[in-house]
């Protein structure tokens, strides 16, 4: 092995990279910006190299990953670095994505997210959604959001992840963190089991099919603040992604649960920032009653106006998110055009 991976981490970490790319026949790739480089000085790799780096990352785990295909698993590295992973194989030979997490939860005030997330952590019960693409920051948003809870009220928090990312310190919580496949078998079977273990928070890590969001549904509506995430880009986006896995005739009734249960959905994007690093673009729905009807009656598409006529309880378009960054010079005209929704209205107030 060229590099032991610890060390490998530890300079992709100097480089202020967010993921390492491990695939035969390039040299290692890190992810700095946004933008895959080359890790310096390294040559590409072999089918043998790419192999003990995954025997080194999945210990006992490795001949399950080369049975399945795939492995999903967290480590630390150093005492100081976590890393979430997946090995994979690929043309016969094994890949690795591997994802540097913060070495510490980072505190909710310093993530730039709209004003009104501050008081999503006070919320007694229903769902609130945090939405985005893969590498939007979703995970280290959620983390923020449940340790101001640990450290403000006494309550229960259960989070089920997979895998573990962020590792809490309890202070004024209890917390139970659920990894999938090593402490339950599923998220179908650890949420079975949820409700009956006297949660006050639950964290879903994703919301993956029917099952999922029907326990999340109940879970509000019996009193419990959920936390999930959705690979959505929107808010609009994330209501009819709920509704659409269940049976049309269902739906109405799913839509009226969701009309009394959700509170809010922040959808986020990590966009460069003009000055170097990355900074979040965020739209946020506060569930207003209007927003409500509109959930209740299906009609989502007007959703995203609604938006626009709510900004007194907290909400934010992207739209108007991306040209509020532009204004204060964090980021570039360019970059809030290509980030938009809708790409008219952010050019005609960026011009």
């Known amino acids: 092995m060229p590099l032991p991976i610890e060390e490998l981490i530890f300079r992709a970490r100097d ?17 700095v910006d946004g933008v895959l480089v080359d890790l310096p000085g390294h040559p590409p790799l072999t089918d043998v190299e790419c192999e003990q780096y995954a025997r080194a990352l999945a210990g006992e785990g490795y001949e399950a990953m080369s049975d399945i295909g795939e492995l999903d698993l967290a480590l630390t590295f150093g005492g100081e670095i976590r890393c979430r992973i997946n090995l994979f194989r690929q043309q016969g030979a094994v890949s690795a994505a591997i994802r540097i997490l913060a070495d510490r939860i980072p505190d909710l005030d310093t993530l730039g997210l709209p004003p009104a997330v501050q008081g999503l952590p006070d919320l007694n019960r229903g769902i609130v959604l945090v939405t985005g693409e893969t590498g939007s920051g979703k995970s280290t948003t959620l983390a923020a959001l449940l340790d101001r809870i640990n450290h403000t009220a006494p309550q229960h928090i259960i989070t089920l992840e997979d895998p573990i990312e962020y590792i809490y310190t309890p202070d004024k919580c ?30 879903i890590g994703e919301m993956r099919d ?15 603040l959920v936390f999930a995430t959705l690979h959505t880009n929107s808010a609009p986006e994330a209501i009819d992604r709920m509704v659409d896995v269940f049976p049309e005739g269902r739906q109405r009734q799913i839509r009226l649960q969701l009309s009394t249960t959700l509170m809010a959905v922040l959808s986020q994007q990590l966009l460069p920032r003009r000055e170097g690093g990355r900074v979040a673009a965020c739209e946020l729905m506060m569930v207003t009653p209007a927003i409500r009807n509109l959930i209740r009656e299906g009609k989502t598409p007007q959703i995203a106006s609604a938006l626009g006529t709510s900004a007194q309880e907290g909400s934010i378009t992207m739209d108007n998110c991306l040209v509020k960054l532009w204004k204060e010079k964090a980021i570039s005209a360019d970059t809030a055009r290509r980030a938009a929704r809708d790409t008219e209205y952010v050019r005609r107030q960026t011009f």
């Open 15 to 31: 480089m202020r990279g967010s993921d390492i790319h491990l695939v035969r026949g390039l040299p290692p790739k890190v992810r």
């Open 174 to 203: 209890v917390i139970n963190q659920r990894e999938i496949g090593s402490d339950t078998v599923s998220y179908a079977d650890g949420l079975r089991a949820i409700l009956r273990e006297d949660p006050d928070v639950i964290l």
């Open 210 to 224: 029917l099952n999922t969001i029907e326990t999340a549904l109940t879970a509000a509506e019996t009193g419990h």
